[in-house]
């Protein structure tokens, strides 16, 4: 199978909120207070063709497999969370009448992976460790930065994943009522 790992495009929203969805399915339903599994896709649909919020294209990465896209990526700078979240928690208020108020999932002095989303279908053929190691080599390796995440404390296989693939335990943080750990990766030093 041939894959390309790319930026994402407006255009593509759709594919891309479905896969999104996968990641966080409970987050998105807590968001606009309802169980509505397409009205859910769609508002992520609509963050992620839009610029400048945490959901937008612009810090999408996707994997590309014979011409489909089986997996996405959302990530961004935390020291950015406030003005990414902004927008979406207007368009909460605007649409669905919820004003919330989420616990900072991110912080200043890392780049933060929102959320990784993979094709029921290309589960288990190693997407996720694909985009995690390019997201490691993008981020870590050639920017320097440091890499984090949060893992839902109920999700043990995601946790292996980014244990497996070199993140370490960091500490805890909540999540729209979720318990999470909060892993990063960060560039080894040199031993002196």
């Known amino acids: ?19 999104i969805f996968l990641a966080m399915e409970d ?48 990530v ?7 003005a990414l979240r902004k927008p979406v928690l207007e368009k909460i208020k605007l649409e669905y009448n919820r004003d919330l108020n989420l616990e900072n999932e991110t912080e200043p002095g890392e780049y933060y992976i ?10 288990g053929k190693g997407m996720g460790s694909k985009i995690i190691a390019f997201l490691i080599e993008e981020f870590v390796g050639k920017q320097n930065e ?7 404390k109920n999700n043990p296989g995601a946790k292996r994943l980014y244990l497996k693939s070199g993140f370490a335990i960091v500490g805890e943080k909540k999540l729209a009522g979720k318990e999470m750990e909060h892993l990063q990766f960060r560039k080894q030093l040199p031993l002196t």
């Not at 199978?1 to 896969?19: C, F, G, H, Q, Y």
């Not at 929102?114 to 589960?123: F, L, M, N, S, T």
């Open 76 to 82: 961004y700078n935390g020291a950015d969370l406030d």
């Open 114 to 123: 929102d959320c990784i989303g993979v094709d029921p279908a290309h589960q």
């Open 27 to 74: 987050i998105v339903y807590y968001f606009i207070g309802e169980g509505s599994r397409d009205n859910a896709i769609q508002f992520l649909s609509s963050l992620i063709r839009e610029t400048n919020n945490q959901y937008s294209f612009e810090n999408c990465w996707v994997i590309e497999a014979d011409n489909k896209i089986v997996a996405a990526a959302l």
């Open 146 to 152: 440091t890499l984090g995440l949060l893992v839902d």
């Open 1 to 19: 199978m041939n894959t390309v790992i790319r930026k994402a495009a407006s255009a593509e929203s759709d594919s891309i909120a479905s896969l």
